[in-house]
């Protein structure tokens, strides 16, 4: 994985240019406007919410179903609409693998 | 080449530790050996809950790891307390033990007559195997000797965004000096194994990859349940970690950018150098102690929530890239890499700095988790109790 380019100025972090989320490197509060670079060129974004370091916000809208990507690769599926400046997190984006319980359902469904 | 100050075993391998360990065969056992412990300074302890009432592979794995445990090079000898009737054959573990030429000494509760009486004979046994190991003095040693393990547990955002990035230039420094590493978990390379599998060495290293991803998804449909909630953790989540896909992205990196030589089973020895894939679970204990039974050395363990695992034999270094467990855990933790987050430092250095301290604790410097006394251990099971 390569080195990211960690800033102390920003006050989050795009891992990859694929990227629809960023990664907060700090407490962030609704309203607030956080700071990321993007390309080499410093980015703003107002959040909607408050978002806890370590936590993620949508950099563009997400329509449902759409995957959600960090580190360039996918982390799961948006489960509703998300918009940019909003938090990421389990309320809206569910896991795709390791859902034994998917399966179930498909197999309901099936029968 | 790096020089390290170890031990050098009968059998030609090299341990940093010299323990005298005390192993219970089966759960039955374990007060005594706790006796015998408390009783002798010195001795550590592997008391466990299994040992009876298994069968097939499920009975072979605790055979292997209690075995793994009595041959890992950081001990110098073994007391086995056995208590006659279990599914363990006391015997055979005695046995293989003794094949790397280490004082192994067996009792039997049932052969002794009892707690009392084994406990009597254990505490002298034991007593006379830490005067002989103490003779055994540390020497130099190579580096590339070294078996380290990489493993993470309470994982948040940090783990995948510094910590373990960091570990993984340590990794590329060990593998640069014809170390080996060794990460498990096979739960936490769900949705990254394509990324993983892509380094393997040949074709067939690649499908035993995904056949060990595959298995554990199977196990996880068969119980028809979503994985997020067991792993990722409460912590986890609390931590800004949303899925296992997210988890596992960050979680890979601390391997380094080493090809993938081989895949292990669970406690299965690593026989070649480099980097090795050990199938088993994300648990952190049955991880750390699977790796010990594999042989491994010493594990480096990143962590963002904070935890304070360590094993009986194997020293663990504990490693986070969290500013507030770092102060908050102090205790704990032994290498803070937040300064990469805040662009004060890169990854480069707080992975030489890890590699520093893997040479130094490898030359019997302590972790935290050694000094505090941590020693938790446990076997994991693949079966039903009988």
Redesign the interface.
Same mark, same amino acid.
């Given at each position: 994985?390569a080195?990211?380019d960690?800033?102390?100025?920003m006050s989050s972090?795009v891992?990859n240019r694929k990227d629809n989320v960023a990664?907060?490197?700090r407490d962030v509060i609704a309203g607030e406007n956080i700071t990321y670079t993007f390309e080499g060129k410093p980015q703003t974004l107002v959040v909607k919410s408050d978002i806890?370091?370590? +936590?993620?916000v949508a950099l563009y809208p997400i329509p449902k179903g759409e995957r959600?990507l960090?580190?360039g690769?996918?982390?799961?599926a948006a489960t509703e609409f998300i918009d940019r400046g909003e938090h990421? +997190?389990?309320h809206n984006?569910?896991?795709?693998? %390791?859902? %034994?319980?998917? +399966?179930?359902q498909k197999e309901v469904k099936n029968s | 080449m790096t020089i390290i100050k170890g031990y050098k075993r009968p059998d030609g391998r090299v341990g940093i530790r010299n323990h005298v360990l005390l192993m219970p065969t089966v759960i039955c056992s374990n007060q005594v050996v706790n006796r015998i412990q408390q009783q002798v300074a010195g001795t550590v302890a592997i008391p466990h809950q299994h040992g009876c009432s298994q069968v097939g592979k499920d009975k072979e794995r605790t055979h292997q790891v209690l075995v793994g445990m009595g041959k890992n090079p950081n001990v110098g000898a073994v007391l086995i307390i056995s208590l006659g009737c279990e599914v363990m054959n006391a015997e055979q573990i005695r046995n293989e033990i003794m094949e790397t030429g280490k004082p192994v000494i067996w009792l039997d509760i049932q052969d002794e007559g009892g707690t009392i009486k084994t406990i009597q004979k254990g505490i002298e046994a034991a007593k006379e195997m830490v005067k002989q190991v103490q003779d055994v003095p540390r020497v130099d040693l190579d580096l590339s000797e070294l078996i380290v393990g990489v493993k993470c547990g309470g994982s948040d955002a940090t783990s995948g965004l510094c910590s373990n990035p960091a570990l993984g230039k340590a990794s590329d420094l060990l593998v640069a000096e014809n170390g080996t590493i060794v990460m498990g978990e096979t739960t936490e390379i769900i949705g990254a194994e394509h990324i993983l599998a892509e380094k393997a060495v040949s074709d067939e290293v690649h499908h035993k990859l995904y056949d060990c991803i595959r298995n554990f998804e199977m196990e996880i449909d068969r119980m028809g349940v979503d994985m997020r909630g067991g792993n990722p953790s409460p912590g986890n989540i609390e931590g800004g970690l949303s899925t296992i896909e997210e988890k596992s992205l960050g979680c890979i990196s601390k391997a380094g950018s080493s090809s993938l030589k081989g895949v292990v089973e669970y406690a299965e020895p690593i026989k070649g150098k480099g980097f090795y894939f050990m199938d088993s679970p994300g648990n952190d204990i049955e991880c750390v102690s699977g790796m010990a039974a594999a042989g491994v050395h010493l594990v480096c363990f990143t962590t963002g929530v904070g935890t304070p695992t360590g094993n009986p034999i194997i020293p663990v270094i504990k490693i986070t890239g969290n500013e507030r467990t770092a102060k908050r855990m102090e205790d704990n933790i032994d290498i803070d890499s937040s300064a990469v987050l805040q662009g004060k430092e890169t990854l480069e250095q707080a992975g030489k700095r890890i590699f520093d301290e893997i040479v130094s604790v490898a030359s019997g410097s302590l972790t935290k988790a050694e000094v505090l006394g941590h020693q938790e251990f446990s076997i994991n099971r693949i079966g039903i109790s009988l």
């Open positions: 994985m080195a990211y960690f800033n102390s100025e972090i891992l990664t907060l490197l806890r370091f370590g +936590h993620k959600i960090k580190y690769e996918s982390i799961g990421v +997190h389990v984006i569910e896991g795709i693998r %390791g859902r %034994g319980d998917a +399966h179930i | -």
